[in-house]
């Protein structure tokens, strides 16, 4: 065995123990800042339900002593609960209206990006907002009048209560006039399914939801990222926001918010399909 | 005198568990129909939503109150129609030449593959139709999108099958064998026999398994869901309209429905349910018939 080689054996061993006693460290760490007790109750948005209930759980199992509910309520009923302490803390998928900020201090822990996918097949690249809408309502059926082929648009939608359809329909402005005759998907992955097998398809999905088998048009000439969203150029993406009383200080509900903020919160941000605030 | 005292005490106990394990099932049924009668009529009994609009609106806007379930109502019923239309006389053939014509190799492996599709979980039938059936359909489709009637028919048409043959099967095989024979007796083929005198003969068991069949295309939902559109309006004209059922409304929205919402998703339920006893009710009557005969 050569001497550099030795050298670079004995380098790797001691630098992966020193990751594996940081990982030690870091997550004794954790635990011991977090080690709290008492009930935290949290309800709001229901698009955030995924992370906030995995985060919950996670906070739990790090803090035995700890109870925690979350109720998906809808972003209103949250800021309402959050602002009357009936909520320790609320979440929404929305910003806040400046009447409903006063007394609530607010932290934004992910972003969530909408795309609008388009069989890989079609031509069309870029769409503006207000065609996004008179596609979505009806007023425009055929991609000639976007500047694609002479074929008609199949509009695909999510089912009515989705956090995503709500979001979608909110910012293109488009609540309650959806086309009739638009097919209804459940959840992302068969909308995504959907678009990826029909040609003349458009639909809407989270942006970790689009992969090669779709693609994402841009928006107003702008690319659907993640950085796109983060420098707020790609307008379709919402905050997800945790607020609670600023004049109500809980040890625990704060411990929970830090746990969310911190690193290890925000991977379970992204495992559950959320954008990081961190990046 | 002590030992019969104890079998008859035991005798007691055993039917006592019996009789506690037929329980669950009544109890279940009662709990079930309680459960969605109590929040399916509510909305009514409340007059928060009229029955009347519920029953012959077109259109489904939730957060527009307009919770019409006839276009529904449409699309449950011809998508039913056209799978039975199609499912039963293959299965009925398939039954035939199992019990009638195949030779005890050829039946048994006919007989395993029904039964294999009879396993099958239903949102894997629905991933074949979207995989397979929705993208054929929409090459003969003058519509722009595969998600169609025809579609749900085709998939329900497969799903039915193992439900129709297995019972048209047993019911041909329970005709006795003198039939067949005084047939032959009379100069008749195998074919006229076949028509003439088996498949009559076990007409009520053929029956009772068509409306078995029926039950389980109008209250399939995972596999439809994938394959039928859920268009939020619009009574079905053509073979190539989407369709929304009964069931996959319940689906769709059930998870994220609060209030009037959900009641008249539960409303959704009572109406399904009645259907599916009305379906109970005649296999019940056929069976009474042939018990009859």
Known sequence: ?279 | MEAIKRKKLRERIIENIFLLCACVAVISLLAITFFVFYNGLAPFVSNSYSLWSFLTGVEWRPGSNMYGIFYMIVGSVLATFGAILIGVPVAILTAVFIAEMAGSRAGKVIRFAVELLAGIPSVLYGVFGLGIIVPYVLKISPMAQGESLLATVFVLAIMILPTVVSISETSLSAVPKEYREGSYALGASKIQTIFRVVLPAAKSGIMTGVILGIGRAIGETMAVMLVCGNPIAGIPTSLFSQIRPLTTNIALEMGYASGVHQELLYSTGVVLFVFIMIINFAVNRIVKTKVGN
Request: hydrophobic residues 40%; glycine residues 10%.
């Open chain 1, 1 to 279: 065995m050569s001497k550099s080689f030795k050298k670079v054996l004995v380098s790797l061993l001691v630098g992966a123990s020193v990751l594996a006693f940081a990982g030690c460290s870091s997550s004794d760490k954790t635990a011991l800042k977090a080690a709290v007790s008492g009930e935290i109750n949290g309800g709001g948005s229901t698009s955030v339900q995924k992370i906030i209930d995995a985060a919950g759980s996670e906070f739990t199992a790090l803090n035995p002593d700890a109870k925690f509910t979350y109720s998906g309520t809808g972003s209103s009923d949250g800021i309402k609960g959050a602002a009357a302490d009936t909520y320790s803390f609320g979440c929404s998928s929305r910003d806040l209206k400046t009447e409903e900020q006063p007394g609530l201090k607010v932290a934004t822990f992910a972003y969530d990006g909408i795309a609008l996918i388009v069989n890989p097949a079609n031509t069309v690249t870029n769409l503006t907002k207000e065609q996004l809408t008179k596609i979505f309502t009806g007023e425009i059926t055929n991609w000639s009048e976007v500047g694609g082929a002479d074929a008609p648009i199949v509009v695909v939608s999510r089912e009515d209560g989705s956090g995503t359809r709500s979001a979608t329909e909110e910012l293109l402005g488009f609540a309650e006039k959806l086309k009739a005759d638009a097919t209804i998907k459940e959840g992302n992955g068969n909308v995504q399914t959907t678009v990826a097998g029909n040609a003349n398809a458009i639909g809407y999905v989270s942006l970790t939801f689009v992969d090669k088998t779709v693609t994402a048009v841009n928006v107003n000439g702008v690319k659907a990222t993640v950085d796109n969203v983060l420098n707020k150029t790609y307008t379709l993406s919402r905050p997800f926001l945790i607020f609670y009383d600023e004049k109500k200080t809980d040890p625990a509900t704060q411990a929970f918010i830090d746990f969310l903020m911190s690193e290890d919160g925000q991977k379970i941000v992204t495992k559950e399909g959320g954008i990081t605030v961190s990046k």
